[in-house]
């Protein structure tokens, strides 16, 4: 049988693992130049939790001898575990390496990266100097057209089709290669964000 104060200390745990998870889980596509502040706190928090229920867990079996003593502890490994796992998950969406990058033509305290990766997706992050926001999806390309998976994006895309043009610069045997996005009849739309294209 279940001791009350076992159950109490489920409920303890169940509550600040999910809400660690939450907290990682709902900051994983956004970066915040003073994030390391509550990030800090969080983790002690949970690490503090943790290392007061592994001891009244320990201190109850040695009582008891009842090995349901460390369910609380084994509740607490796997909510870790499943933090671990969307960790991973998280790191495998931006491993594959970038095929070319675009970047906004406005820079001043902010901007826009437009990274097209080898395996078909794609991450745009809207930079300030405070933080950044993180979008994530998938792109084909067929000759100079770029298709993305999505409309609307934060306001900075506003088409899903954007086309790479080649532009003449100051030296005549440059060209500068830049990303504008167009409409369903292949016109620019006007006043939407612009890009040159970085080759990698």
């Not at 794609?122 to 999806?137: M, Q, S």
């Not at 086309?163 to 009849?185: A, C, G, H």
Request: glycine residues 4%.
């Amino acid at each position: 049988m279940i001791r009350n104060d076992t159950k109490i200390r489920i409920c303890f745990i169940v509550v600040v693992g999910i809400f660690a998870i939450w907290y990682y889980t709902r900051t994983i596509d956004h970066s915040f130049v003073f994030d390391f502040i509550p990030d800090i706190f969080v983790s002690i928090i949970s690490i503090v939790v943790f290392a007061f229920v592994f001891i009244k867990d320990r201190k109850y079996y040695r009582i008891d001898k009842d090995v349901f003593s460390f369910l609380p502890t084994c509740i607490g490994v796997l909510l870790s575990t499943c933090f671990f796992i969307i960790l991973y998950i998280q790191y495998q969406k931006d491993i594959s390496p970038n095929n070319f990058r675009c970047r906004s033509k406005m820079i001043d305290f902010n901007g826009v990266w437009l990274d097209f990766k080898t395996d078909n997706t794609y991450k745009l992050t809207n930079w300030t100097i405070l933080g950044a926001d993180y979008y994530r999806g998938k792109y084909t390309i067929k000759d100079s057209i770029i298709t993305l998976d999505k409309s609307f994006i934060d306001a900075i895309i506003v088409s899903n089709k954007l086309v790479i043009r080649k532009e003449m610069t100051i030296n005549p045997n440059d060209t500068l290669s830049s990303v504008y996005q167009i409409d369903e009849t292949g016109k620019q739309i006007n006043g939407a964000e612009d890009f040159y294209l970085d080759k990698e």
